[in-house]
């Protein structure tokens, strides 16, 4: 059956086949590492759900062997690997009720609920109410002990859902002392199998709707909520923070601050395919009117109210430096940017941090805002980090662009 092409440049699709087969890089193909399962090898983007299939298989075997012995640090191991293998196994297929991608899902939520009982500390699923019966399911990782104590909103990126931080195996939210909530907003994730589309302000409705939900919560303390977004998310986490006033700082990172600049134009094909599947559109010129002109953090900034970080890669793809010091200026409130040298659009396992992922740094940074230790100011700063330097707490002042002989872009 010959189906319509969603896009103009879905015939773009022999690029990215080549890309992954001789690379093994889906995506931002700046980078060196493999975004496919370690010693498999996907030849074109239809093998993509097969191969992280059969690694997802084969750590939930070696989860459940685990944890039929007891070793709940092993099984948990294992049950974090194979909710990331079925994660990624699910996403590509990007069409309403595929009985493949049903099934997948449900794989990823029996694990997750298999990990919930071996992890070392509480994890709950939480459903918030939104539209139509519908909700806005998220995940909440509870601090042990369950003590009052700040709480991390994670806003995940445009492929990411829920699932994706933090692990329960090595949680950087408990180390510092933060319960995290990862929610899987309008378009990701269960809210996709509701079909809960990411248009208009569904995003800023319904992370407003997990605030009122966190609200309630004795573990939360109400005065140190925390708003962390990561690529598409670091778009939704900005234009939430403008929409909504609660919570007492937003982290903006791996930028992609004005969706409707270079991601849907000039990156690879597959942002849109897969965008367009998250916002319910089949016609790619009303998606284009109806939903990515306005998708910009453009006359939204100026109505956030709270301290506010931005983090981005020099010469990230998908957020041209320009635009993300533009976004830095039309801050009103107290602020700070990172700008990580000769970095690109994941900023994950990095040398301008020792190897250490931004998560890392941004949770450190975190823990100092709300213990009092570091505030950002109103007249801002911006750092420069550079890639074989001493991270974001070193001196490292930044030079406009033009000031060191170069250009944005």
């Known amino acids: 059956m010959l189906k319509k092409l969603r896009t103009e440049r879905d015939n773009q699709q022999w690029m990215l086949d080549l890309a992954l087969n001789m690379r093994g890089r889906v995506q931002n193909f700046e980078r060196d590492d493999i975004e496919v399962p370690t010693g498999k090898r ?46 990624h196994a699910q996403h590509p297929i990007y069409f309403d009720d595929h009985p493949v991608k049903k099934k997948l899902n ?49 806003v995940p990126g445009m492929d990411q859902t829920k699932e994706v931080f933090p692990k329960a195996y090595h949680n950087i939210g408990l180390a510092r002392g933060f319960h995290v909530l990862a929610m899987d907003g309008p378009g990701q994730g269960n ?130 430096l320009e635009d993300a010091i533009e976004a830095y200026e039309d801050l009103k409130v107290p602020k700070e940017m990172w700008v990580f040298e000769n970095q690109y659009h994941p900023l994950w396992s990095i040398a301008n941090l020792g190897g250490m992922d931004c998560h890392d740094y941004v949770f450190d940074w975190l823990q100092n805002f709300f213990n009092g230790s570091h505030k950002p100011t109103k007249e801002g700063s911006i750092s420069y980090i550079k890639e074989n330097g001493d991270g974001p707490w070193s001196d490292c002042e930044w030079e406009p662009p033009v000031e060191r002989g170069q250009a944005y872009f």
């Open 191 to 320: 809210s996709n199998i509701q079909k809960i589309r990411a248009v208009g302000d569904n995003y800023e409705r319904a992370g407003a709707a997990v605030i009122s939900y966190l609200m309630t919560r004795p573990e939360v303390d109400k005065d140190k909520i925390a708003i962390y977004g990561i690529s598409m998310g670091s778009y939704w986490s900005l234009r939430l923070s403008s929409y909504d006033h609660r919570a007492a700082v937003v982290v903006s990172s791996v930028a992609c601050f004005n969706p409707n600049n270079t991601i849907f134009t000039q990156s690879s094909p597959r942002f849109k395919q897969m965008f367009m599947y998250m916002a319910g559109y089949e016609d790619e010129a009303r998606f284009d009117e109806e939903v990515a002109k306005d998708m910009t953090v453009r006359g939204h900034l100026d109505k956030i109210k709270c301290p506010t970080l931005l983090v981005t890669g020099e010469f990230d793809p998908l957020c041209p």
């Open 106 to 154: 449900a794989k990823l939520a029996e694990v997750v609920d298999l990990r919930s009982q071996t992890a070392d500390y509480p994890i709950e699923r939480v459903e918030v109410e939104f539209d139509d019966g519908k909700t806005i399911s998220c995940l909440l990782h509870l601090l042990p002990d369950r003590r009052k104590a700040p709480v991390v909103i994670y």
């Open 42 to 87: 996907a030849r074109n983007y239809r093998m993509l759900p097969k191969v992280w299939l059969e690694a997802a298989e084969r750590h939930e075997r070696l989860g459940r062997a685990a944890m039929a012995r007891g070793a709940n640090s092993s099984a948990t191991y294992h049950f974090d690997h194979a909710i990331e293998s079925y994660r």
